[in-house]
C-alpha cells in the first residue's frame, strides 16, 4: 500500500470511531520489532508511552522499524513508516508529513500539545536522515 | 441542602462546550476549577486599587497592601495557624518545600542525619530532599505503604529514630487517595526530636486543616487546587522555626537595612518574601478559600464522600478496571488500569467523549512503580462534581473497553 491508497481509505471514514479501528488495524499489521531493541537506547524521548524507533541504513535509504507499548500509537507509528520507510536522506528530508496526515484527518496526532511523542518521533527520522 | 448543580453554576467554565457537548472535569487533583468571584476579586483589584505592595504612601498602595495582608489573614484562619506572619506566600506548594529545603534544610541537615518521606510522595516532596540529602550527606529514608496503598504504623515507626531530622509526608496522596494520619506522625516524629513538613496540597482542598491540631512544623500547599489562581501557594511554618531560619531568596522587600557593608533582613514572612510578591494571586487564593468556607467542608466532605461510594460502584462495572489505592481512609482520588490499555489510549477515547482525566506517573513515579506501573489513568473529584461526571467516566470507559478489546 502506499500512501495515496492509505488517503483514500481514510477519506471514507465517517467517525473517528472508524477511522482509530482502521488506525489500530494498521497498527497489528505493523512489522514486529525485535524485542532486543526494546532498550532505553532506542526510545524516543518525550513520549507518554514507550516508543521505540530502529534505523536501518540499506544501499542508500533508511529502513525503520518501530513499536510503543500504546495501541493508537503503534498505528500512527505505520503510518509514519509508510511514509518515510526506504527512502533516501534527500526524500525523507523533502517530506511535508504534516500536510499528509492533514490529508488523513489526523493531524490531531501531530501537534505539539498532544503529548504522544509523535512529532519527537518524526524529529528523530529527521535527524537520521541528516546524519547519513 | 447540597446543591451542586447551583454551585455549578458559580464556574463559568461549565459553560464551555467542546464540540457541542459538556466536559466532565475529573482532574481536578491536578488543578481546580474556579469560581467567579475569584475572577471578579483579582479583577477588582486591578481595575479599582492596584499598585505594588508595601511600598506606597498613597491610596492604591495602602488598599493593595490591606487586601494582600487581609489574604494573609484569610489563610491563617483556614489553617488555624496562631499568627498571620506563620503564613508566607510562594508561587506554589512547590516552591514552599523547596524553601524549607534551602533555608532551614541546609542549616539543621547534616552528614549523618536522615530525612524520612513516604514511598507515596508527590516529586515535591521527594526531589527537593533527595537533592538536600546529596549536599549534605544526609539519608533519604523511605517508608512503604501497604499493597493497598494503606499507611502502616510499623514501617512508619521503623525508620524512625534520634537521626531523624524531618519527616516529610503527604497528607493525602495524589495518587493513590491514602490520608496519611498526619497527627499521629508529627508526635512521634516530634518524639524523636524530629521536625515535620506535611504536603497538604490534596488534603486543604477536600478537608479541613488545622495546623495547630495537627502540630506539624510546615505544612505546604496551592493555591490553584484550592479554587483559586496559579502562581500562589502557601508555606505555613510555626514562628519560632521560620525565625531561625535564614532568607531563602535575596532582593527587595525582604530586608530591614541595607549599606554596601551589611544588610539586614526583615522580619518573618517578609523575609521569605522577595521582590514583589504576587499580590493579586493571593486575593484571589483567598477568595477561593472564602468560597470554600462559605459552602462549608462538612457539606463538601459529605458530598464529595457520596460521590466516591458512587465512583466506586460506577468503576466497578467497567471489565478488568482495576482501582489503585484502596486504603480504608482515602479521598477522592482514583488511579486505574484497564487490563493492558495503555493509559495513553484510554485517555485518547475518553477524550473523544469529554471526560477529562489524568494519566502519566502524575509527578509520583515511585510510588506508580511500587504499584507494578509505569502508567496510569486517573480521575479525581471536587466539589463541583457531579453523578453525571462519573455517568460520563464510566460510559466512556466501557466505551474504551470494548474499542480497544483484542478480538
Known amino acids: 500500500m502506499d500512501i495515496e491508497e492509505l488517503i483514500e481509505n481514510f477519506s471514507f471514514f465517517e467517525n473517528w470511531e472508524e477511522k482509530y479501528q482502521y488506525v489500530i488495524d494498521l497498527g497489528n499489521k505493523l512489522e514486529p520489532l525485535d524485542a532486543a531493541y526494546k532498550t532505553e537506547e532506542w526510545k524516543v524521548k518525550g513520549c507518554q508511552s514507550q516508543v521505540w524507533l530502529v534505523p536501518h541504513f540499506v544501499n542508500g535509504c533508511i529502513h525503520f522499524a518501530g513499536d510503543s507499548d500504546a495501541i493508537l500509537v503503534r498505528g500512527i507509528i505505520a503510518i509514519i513508516l509508510l511514509i518515510y520507510n526506504d527512502k533516501t536522506p534527500e526524500e525523507i528530508k523533502s517530506i511535508d508529513v504534516m500536510k499528509i496526515f492533514a490529508k488523513l484527518g489526523l493531524e490531531e496526532n501531530l501537534t505539539p500539545s498532544r503529548r504522544n511523542g509523535m512529532l519527537s518521533m518524526v524529529a528523530k527520522i529527521r535527524e537520521y536522515a541528516d546524519f547519513k | 441542602m447540597y446543591d451542586v ?3 455549578r453554576k458559580d464556574f463559568p467554565i461549565f459553560d464551555v462546550r ?3 457537548k459538556p466536559v466532565a472535569y475529573l482532574d481536578t487533583t491536578a488543578s481546580a476549577q474556579k469560581p467567579q468571584a475569584v475572577f471578579d476579586a483579582m479583577r477588582r483589584v486591578y481595575y479599582e486599587f492596584y499598585a505594588n505592595p508595601h511600598r506606597g504612601t498613597y491610596y492604591f498602595a495602602d488598599a493593595i497592601t ?11 484562619q483556614f ?8 503564613i508566607v506566600f510562594t508561587r506554589n506548594a512547590t516552591e514552599s518545600i523547596n524553601l524549607v529545603a534551602a533555608t532551614w534544610g541546609l542549616q539543621n541537615i547534616h552528614a549523618g542525619d536522615e530525612i524520612l518521606i513516604s514511598e507515596a510522595e508527590h516529586h515535591a516532596n521527594l526531589v527537593p530532599w533527595q537533592h538536600l540529602c546529596e549536599i549534605s550527606g ?12 494503606d499507611y502502616i504504623a510499623e514501617e512508619f515507626l521503623a525508620r524512625l529514630n534520634e537521626k531523624t531530622k524531618l519527616v516529610a509526608v503527604s497528607a493525602m496522596s495524589n495518587v493513590l487517595g491514602t490520608m496519611f494520619p498526619i497527627k499521629e506522625i508529627t508526635a512521634a516524629a516530634h ?3 524530629a521536625k515535620v513538613l506535611v504536603d497538604a496540597c490534596q488534603f486543604a482542598v477536600h478537608y479541613p486543616l488545622d495546623v495547630q491540631d495537627v502540630d506539624c512544623d510546615f505544612a505546604a500547599f496551592s493555591g490553584h487546587k484550592i479554587y483559586g489562581p496559579t502562581g500562589i501557594g502557601v508555606l505555613y511554618g510555626k514562628a519560632e522555626v521560620l525565625e531561625k531560619m535564614p532568607p531563602y531568596q535575596f532582593g527587595g522587600d525582604m530586608v530591614e537595612n541595607v549599606t ?5 533582613y526583615a522580619d518573618i514572612p517578609a523575609r521569605f518574601e522577595a521582590g514583589t510578591p504576587a499580590s493579586v494571586q493571593a486575593v484571589g487564593m483567598a477568595e477561593g478559600i472564602k468560597y470554600i468556607e462559605r459552602i462549608g467542608f462538612e457539606d463538601i466532605v459529605r458530598h464529595e464522600e457520596e460521590l466516591i461510594k458512587y465512583t466506586n460502584q460506577r468503576l466497578v462495572e467497567v471489565p478488568k478496571l482495576k482501582i489503585i489505592g484502596t486504603a480504608k481512609n482515602k479521598g477522592g482520588v482514583f488511579s486505574f488500569a484497564v487490563g493492558n490499555i495503555h493509559p495513553q489510549d484510554l485517555a485518547f477515547v475518553l477524550n473523544k467523549e469529554n471526560v477529562a482525566i489524568r494519566i502519566g506517573h502524575h509527578c509520583a513515579q515511585p510510588i506508580v512503580n511500587r504499584m507494578g506501573y509505569n502508567s496510569l489513568a486517573r480521575a479525581s473529584l471536587g466539589l463541583y462534581t457531579t453523578k453525571e461526571d462519573i455517568d460520563a467516566l464510566a460510559a466512556a470507559l466501557l466505551k474504551a473497553e ?3 478489546r483484542e478480538e
Not at chain 2, 66 to 76: L, M
Not at chain 2, 138 to 149: H, N, S
Not at chain 2, 260 to 264: I, L, R, S
Open chain 2, 5 to 7: 448543580y447551583k454551585i
Open chain 2, 18 to 20: 467542546v464540540n457541542g
Open chain 2, 66 to 76: 490591606t487586601a494582600y495582608e487581609r489574604a494573609r489573614e484569610t489563610v491563617r
Open chain 2, 79 to 86: 489553617i488555624n495557624a496562631r499568627e498571620a506572619r506563620e
Open chain 2, 138 to 149: 544526609a539519608k533519604l529514608m523511605v517508608f512503604p505503604v501497604a499493597d493497598d496503598g
Open chain 2, 191 to 193: 518524639g524523636v526530636g
Open chain 2, 260 to 264: 554596601f557593608a551589611k544588610t539586614t
Open chain 2, 402 to 404: 470494548k474499542f480497544f
